[in-house]
């Protein structure tokens, strides 16, 4: 059974959060193998600092993470204000396999884990992409496409992005672990969207356009969910507001979210 611990910090710098988290974790047994590091925006130019130290301390030898503009944990965010997230766990022997930054080629990923893919036949991925970098789009589908892993992951988002892989701080390509069907995993879609008045029913459209929510002029019922304040500067609403539309058959709540393209105050669209 695999087993998992997490711990989070803010502090006033990386050698303190470093050791908050490593202290919060408590002593580990050899059977942790894997850990996942992630840092804010505060303490990414101290990444390679902050991972010789949790490494030598928790004596897991294999990392993967990134450096971002801000950080969740279990019901907290940190934004601004030095702080990290660090996940720790005890896998089967052999069921994952952390592989470098592919920047370009995928020759030698191919070369240097060929043999374990084929062994183990990888079911999953985390992967970490530089943000900066714009090759990235295209390594994720070649690597989607050439490997049986459904891969998951995110940007490094900030710049001068950086990524954890295996013991080092990088930057550049895609990085990452893959995990063999012998561990098992759950999935999930985070958005960063806060929902924003009440839900509408769609009573008229044309293709994708509202004209009537409720029965009322689509545009008015906008209006009143934004505020006066967002109304007298419709400039600033494309990216900030965007439109949910219920998952269907979803038992928890799930939206799907799209942004808005365009508004016709003149007709109420």
């Not at 490593?22 to 101290?46: K, S, T």
């Amino acid at each position: 059974m695999s087993v998992f611990r997490a711990a989070h910090a803010e502090a006033d710098g990386w050698a303190q959060a470093s050791k908050a988290c490593v202290d919060r974790l408590g002593a580990l047994d050899e059977g942790f193998n894997l850990g996942f590091l992630y840092v804010n925006e505060a303490l990414a130019p101290d990444l390679s600092s902050i991972l010789t130290f949790v490494r030598a301390t928790t004596k897991i030898e294999d990392w993967v993470g990134a450096a971002g503009y801000g950080i969740c944990a279990s019901g907290r965010e940190s934004f601004g204000a030095p702080a990290m997230a660090v996940l720790v766990a005890a896998l089967p022997s052999d069921s994952f396999r952390v592989f470098p930054s592919v920047e370009e080629s995928l020759e030698a990923f191919h070369v240097e884990n060929r043999d374990w893919v084929k062994r183990s036949e990888p079911v999953f991925a985390i992967v970490h992409g530089d943000s900066q970098d714009g090759r990235v789009a295209e390594i994720v589908a070649r690597l989607a496409e050439e490997t049986p892993a459904f891969l998951v992951g995110g940007l490094a988002s900030m710049a001068g992005a950086r990524n954890v892989v295996a013991g080092k701080a990088t930057g550049g390509g895609v990085s990452g672990v893959m995990f063999s069907s012998r561990v098992a995993v759950a999935t999930g879609l985070s958005q960063g969207c806060t929902p924003l008045g009440p839900v509408h029913a769609i009573t008229e459209a044309a293709g994708n356009v509202l004209v009537r929510l409720d029965g009322q002029n689509a545009f008015e019922v906008f209006i009143e969910d934004i505020g006066e304040e967002l109304a007298e500067d419709l400039g600033r609403v494309p990216g900030f507001i965007h439109a949910a539309l219920p998952v269907r058959g979803s038992d928890t709540g799930d939206y799907l979210v799209r942004n808005l393209i365009g508004i016709d105050p003149d007709k109420g669209w």
